[in-house]
């Protein structure tokens, strides 16, 4: 049975950094696109950053320029480094692999 298990989310102030990380226990880990997504309260999981099995990345533009997503496939894990944390930031983030592997998801709150 696959599992995501994310670590890392937890509370900073904005303009702060923070690190969030996934283990995953697929064995096909590195055939497999993944990514994070996050949902805030009263709004619909939306995408932050996705990246393939040879490293190709996207991001929201939402996030771009402050949020770098990266993965390990040797360790099978994928890791979200994020940057000038926003409010707006603040949401639980899940962690994603293809196809529709969910993590439980790991709170990230950013405020004063």
């Known amino acids: 049975q696959v599992q995501l298990v994310e670590s890392g989310g937890g509370l900073v102030q904005p303009g702060e950094s923070l690190g969030l990380s996934c283990a995953a226990s697929a064995i096909y880990f590195s055939s497999r696109m993944t990514g994070w997504y996050r949902q805030a309260p009263g709004k619909q999981r939306e995408l932050v950053a996705t990246?393939?099995?040879?490293?190709?990345?996207t991001y929201d533009d939402s996030v771009k320029g402050r949020f770098t997503i990266s993965r390990d496939n040797r360790k099978k894990t994928v890791s979200l480094q994020m940057s000038s944390l926003k409010p707006e930031d603040t949401a639980v983030y899940y962690c994603y692999m293809a196809a529709n592997y969910w993590g439980r998801g790991t709170q990230v709150t950013v405020s004063t």
């Open positions: 990246i393939s099995p040879s490293g190709d990345t």
